[in-house]
T-cell receptor, first 113, second 109 residues
Framework: NAGVMQNPRHLVRRRGQEARLRCSPMKGHSHVYWYRQLPEEGLKFMVYLQKENIIDESGMPKERFSAEFPKEGPSILRIQQVVRGDSAAYFC???????????FGPGTRLTVL | DAKTTQPPSMDCAEGRAANLPCNHSTISGNEYVYWYRQIHSQGPQYIIH???NNETNEMASLIITEDRKSSTLILPHATLRDTAVYYC??????????FGQGTTLQVKP
């Protein structure tokens, strides 16, 4: 059973560009969570999604960030007009049912030049 | 969500048991005790969780005190690959895991 997959693993963007991070949950999992880890800091919750629904987005920055988990395909975390402060590791996790044990992917490391 | 307190760092000799403590004195009745670890900069890895009873799996054992105010994660025979940051989390199953600073475990040869 393949684990949570994230791509790309490394992403480089220039200031002002858009970043799209993808997360494919484990097979049979319909709940996805996104976390961010800034350099030398802890992991911070961003958003919790179920298929076609945002359950909790209390950790999402108010501007430029959005997330979706469509009926078909991976979950997408989108960052518009990236700034240097967005440079971080972004981790996705999934669970089979709501708010159950979360299994994490390897992360996407975003570097903004 | 209940706050957890962990020592910032610990050392353990390879082959010996590593006992990682966690205080969660304000834990509520519906909050589980979860343990994750993060090796270098990899994605967090789930280790074990429990509510009231002690739990054991292929990776570790979790001992929760009767009053649930503290717990201990036990890695029975630590190896160099167990060097990581270990996070203890009081989780009410809301979907939001709150990670603290964790304990950096250094396993030494």
């Amino acid at each position: 059973n393949a684990g949570v997959m994230q791509n790309p693993r490394h992403l480089v963007r220039r200031r002002g560009q858009e970043a799209r991070l993808r997360c494919s949950p484990m097979k049979g999992h319909s709940h996805v969570y996104w976390y961010r880890q800034l350099p030398e800091e802890g992991l911070k919750f961003m958003v919790y999604l179920q298929k076609e629904n945002i359950i909790d987005e209390s950790g999402m920055p108010k501007e430029r960030f959005s997330a979706e988990f469509p009926k078909e395909g991976p979950s997408i975390l989108r960052i518009q007009q990236v700034v240097r402060g967005d440079s971080a590791a972004y981790f996705c996790a999934s669970s089979p049912v709501g708010a159950d044990t979360q299994y994490f992917g390897p992360g996407t490391r975003l570097t903004v030049l | 969500d209940a706050k957890t307190t962990q020592p910032p760092s610990m050392d353990c000799a390879e082959g010996r048991a590593a006992n990682l403590p966690c205080n969660h004195s304000t834990i509520s009745g519906n909050e589980y005790v979860y343990w994750y670890r993060q090796i270098h900069s990899q994605g967090p890895q789930y280790i074990i969780h429990g509510l009231k009873n002690n739990e054991t799996n292929e990776m570790a054992s979790l001992i929760i005190t009767e009053d649930r105010k503290s717990s201990t994660l036990i890695l029975p025979h630590a190896t160099l690959r167990d060097t990581a940051v270990y996070y203890c989390i009081a989780y009410p199953n809301t979907g939001k895991l709150i990670f603290g600073q964790g304990t950096t475990l250094q396993v030494k040869p």
